[in-house]
């Protein structure tokens, strides 16, 4: 007779079955999860790369949220949102000295473009792309600037230079550029001090130039203000003839005349004529 199995070890040998399927399940879950059901995260946009239907889908744009991928392909995000960069750097002016110029800006992939951006560059295009243009965009604009334009005046106008020549040639390989700020820049210590010297006698110079113009305004008014006078006075003079001081001081005394104060009006004489005076009491 065939012998029997015992009850206890079936048990344990469907446990452990059970065990194995479990462990198969929750594997096969776990890889599921991490390559098949991928969340897009805020800020960010997915591209697919598809290992048997034509790699990186260019034109193809995941947003962010939910996705659901076959587990033979993969999903590169990429994060969208602006990010910082600096650079330092030495770089030669226009007359040969060597300048330090420390810049910070501000880029990100354009969100339409990240199936191009990653079949042409890849996730590293920060350091492949932003960063050498950056720098060969600055050599070339300071180079055409002198020690003291960069160290005062310029400085604004070498910031849109380096962003306009940087922004161009970016873009075609679909990064936006936001901005280039020039944080920075140091000369030589000597020629520092020179520079600083010289916009010092220069601010000096235009005070002084205004003080200059002020005054010499200030004389200018003076004397068309006499100049004024003197007309006032001449027209005046040529105006007041005897005949017309004599009616004026006729009117003068009949005025006072009917004044109700007693009063001792006496009539002057002459050849030309006196005027009345008045003597009065209150």
Same mark, same amino acid.
């Given at each position: 007779?065939?012998?029997?199995?015992?009850?206890?070890?079936?048990?344990?040998?469907?446990?452990?079955?059970?065990?194995?399927?479990?462990?198969?399940?929750f594997l096969?879950?776990?890889?599921?999860?991490?390559?098949?059901?991928?969340?897009?995260?805020?800020?960010?946009?997915?591209?697919?790369?598809?290992?048997?239907?034509?790699?990186v889908?260019?034109?193809?744009?995941?947003?962010?949220g939910?996705?659901?991928?076959?587990?033979?392909?993969?999903m590169?995000?990429?994060?969208?949102?602006f990010?910082?960069?600096?650079?330092?750097?030495?770089?030669?002016?226009?007359?040969?000295?060597?300048?330090?110029?420390?810049?910070?800006?501000?880029?990100?992939?354009?969100?339409?473009?990240?199936?191009?951006?990653?079949? &042409?560059?890849?996730?590293?295009?920060? *350091?492949?792309? !932003?960063?050498? /243009? %950056?720098?060969?965009? +600055? @050599?070339?604009? $300071?180079?055409?600037?002198?020690? &003291?334009?960069?160290?005062?005046?310029? *400085?604004?106008? !070498?910031q849109? /230079? %380096?962003?306009e020549? +940087? @922004?161009?040639? $970016?873009?075609?390989?679909n990064?936006?550029?936001?901005?280039v700020?020039?944080?920075?820049?140091?000369?030589? /210590?000597?020629?520092?001090?020179?520079?600083?010297?010289?916009?010092?006698?220069?601010?000096?110079?235009?005070?002084?130039?205004f003080?200059?113009?002020?005054e010499?305004?200030?004389?200018e008014?003076?004397?068309?203000?006499?100049?004024?006078?003197?007309?006032?006075?001449?027209?005046?003079?040529?105006?007041?003839?005897?005949?017309?001081?004599?009616?004026?001081?006729?009117?003068?005394?009949?005025?006072l005349?009917?004044?109700?104060?007693?009063?001792?009006?006496?009539?002057?004489?002459?050849?030309g004529?006196?005027?009345?005076?008045?003597?009065?009491?209150?």
């Amino acid at each position: 007779m065939p012998q029997r199995k015992n009850p206890f070890d079936l048990k344990q040998a469907n446990f452990m079955k059970y065990i194995i399927l479990a462990f198969v399940v929750f594997l096969i879950f776990t890889l599921l999860t991490s390559t098949t059901f991928i969340t897009v995260p805020a800020g960010s946009k997915g591209v697919q790369f598809k290992r048997f239907a034509g790699g990186v889908q260019k034109d193809k744009v995941y947003d962010q949220g939910f996705h659901v991928v076959m587990p033979w392909n993969d999903m590169i995000i990429y994060d969208v949102r602006f990010q910082e960069g600096e650079e330092s750097m030495d770089v030669l002016s226009k007359n040969g000295l060597s300048i330090q110029v420390d810049l910070a800006y501000r880029f990100s992939p354009i969100p339409s473009r990240i199936g191009h951006l990653h079949d &042409e560059v890849g996730t590293d295009y920060a *350091r492949r792309i !932003i960063q050498p /243009e %950056i720098r060969s965009a +600055t @050599r070339e604009v $300071i180079g055409k600037y002198l020690p &003291e334009e960069l160290y005062s005046t310029k *400085r604004e106008a !070498i910031q849109t /230079e %380096i962003y306009e020549q +940087t @922004r161009k040639s $970016i873009e075609e390989k679909n990064i936006a550029l936001d901005a280039v700020l020039v944080k920075s820049v140091q000369l030589p /210590e000597t020629l520092r001090d020179a520079i600083e010297q010289k916009l010092e006698e220069e601010q000096l110079s235009f005070q002084f130039d205004f003080k200059l113009d002020r005054e010499r305004k200030e004389a200018e008014r003076k004397i068309i203000e006499a100049q004024a006078k003197a007309d006032a006075n001449r027209i005046l003079n040529a105006s007041l003839t005897s005949n017309i001081l004599k009616d004026k001081g006729i009117e003068a005394t009949l005025e006072l005349a009917q004044s109700p104060n007693s009063k001792v009006v006496i009539v002057g004489g002459g050849e030309g004529g006196g005027l009345p005076l008045i003597l009065g009491n209150n």
